[in-house]
């Protein structure tokens, strides 16, 4: 099992407004690196998309906490199975910290070649989750 921390930031806006953010999955594409992603699709509790000369990416909403967790978790078109949790933290009521929790099930092998690349896409989504807010 392969699990990645991303570097935690402080955002601009409620715990509430983060998690109502985060666990409609249409606002998903917002953070991801727009000239890289091809394909997106979105349901709200579902979505998507692709990383150009990568494999496909599939997310659903699982069981989520409000305002503090968002559980998201691999769909079948993903080719190796993970849950992603974003976890919020109130500071005040008009900020708060997040981040990502990645755990993939993902070989010896195969971590030493993805983990960089997967440590920097999560930590672009909560620059990007930082940069929404941060106006």
Do not use: R
């Not at 919020?88 to 993939?104: A, V």
């Amino acid at each position: 099992m392969t699990n990645i921390q991303t570097d935690k930031k402080v955002i601009n806006t409620s715990a509430k407004e983060a998690f109502t953010f985060l666990a409609n999955l249409d606002n998903f594409y917002q953070l991801l690196p727009q000239d890289k992603v091809e394909k997106w699709k979105s349901s709200g509790t579902e979505c998507s998309f692709s990383i150009k000369k990568m494999a496909a990416i599939g997310l659903k909403l699982q069981n989520s906490e409000e305002p503090k967790l968002v559980h998201l978790v691999s769909t079948e078109i993903s080719p190796i199975k993970f849950d992603l949790k974003c976890i919020i933290t109130p500071l005040s009521d008009t900020t708060c910290e997040t981040y990502m929790d990645f755990d993939g099930d993902i070989n010896m092998f195969m971590e030493m070649v993805v983990k960089a690349p997967l440590t920097q896409f999560f930590n672009y989504n909560m620059h990007k989750l930082q940069e929404v807010f941060n106006k």
